[in-house]
């Protein structure tokens, strides 16, 4: 035990040393490239390197990187900040889908005590992996905002551990499904005018190696199509629900006020007779009340302004 400790204890004291190593020629290379660093550069601690900040654009603030005139290389961090924003999504999704299919795997295929706990073992390692990807993402967007990302960013938001979710392709769908949205970063597109040979990196970066099988990452890359798939048709449906009311709207519009002229000539015929004529005008004020009522409503939820009833 004391050997083994002995061993740890020297092993910890070169990779001090090699990392002592290493930040040394960073601040160098620092300093080639911009000597007005100087002044916010300190010592290289030997006993903790772990601990000192590497002191690059994002861990200044806006003004210190206009005093120290760097603003330039803060826009070149920015730009590789957003792709590293962009891949780190993209580990997101793999890991999601891939504890979805390993859950879904486990309720149709594992049985038995033993073989249900490692199974267990294994998806709390999926979990984890889940929750690291999202700490690598956020790490990254608070770097982003930090270079002049807007807060209200609407693509590269703040990514919560209640978000890693998403509705399993694998498994039926169930009741409500079309109803509930996946959260925002399964909206979040691939980075937009991108060459064809960017274009091409980009799909090879996205498909690259890793620890899960070649079959498994198939039927996780084909759950992705129909996940898409199933997305549009629900956009469809639901622009088609629209439509309906709409027209239903309309119709029920349209009916009251023609209903409402009916009634407005039958008491008018009808003026001779006290009865028939006050019968005719309250149906003429039901009618026309009706009307209203759909206008008003339909004002009211009807999310294109310009939209009307008469149309």
Known sequence: MVASSDTLEDA?????????????????????IYPQLQDE???????????????????????????????????????????QAYDTLDKVWLVIQTFNYNLKFKTNNVCGQNANTRVQHFLLSLSNDKVNAADKYQRVQTALL????SADDKLLRPLLNDDLWCKNKNAPAAQGDVKTEDPWYWMVGRPSGLSPVEEAEWQIESKQTSVFSYDSLLKIFAANRVKWFHAHAARDWAREEVEILETEFRCAHRSFV???KVWME????AKCEKGKAAY????????HQLALNCEEAFRKVHPRVESSLTK
């Open 12 to 32: 910890l004291a070169s990779a001090h040393l090699k990392l002592h190593c290493d930040l040394n020629n960073w601040r160098k290379t620092q300093l080639g």
């Open 41 to 83: 550069l300190d010592d290289i601690n030997l006993e903790e390197p772990e601990k000192e900040k590497l002191l690059i654009l994002s861990d200044f603030t806006d003004t210190q990187r206009g005093s120290l005139r760097i603003q330039e290389l803060a826009r070149v961090e920015y730009s590789l900040r957003e792709g």
């Open 146 to 149: 930090a270079l002049s990302l």
């Open 258 to 260: 023609r209903m409402a």
């Open 266 to 269: 039958l008491s008018e015929c």
């Open 280 to 287: 005719g005008h309250k149906q003429l004020a039901m009618y």
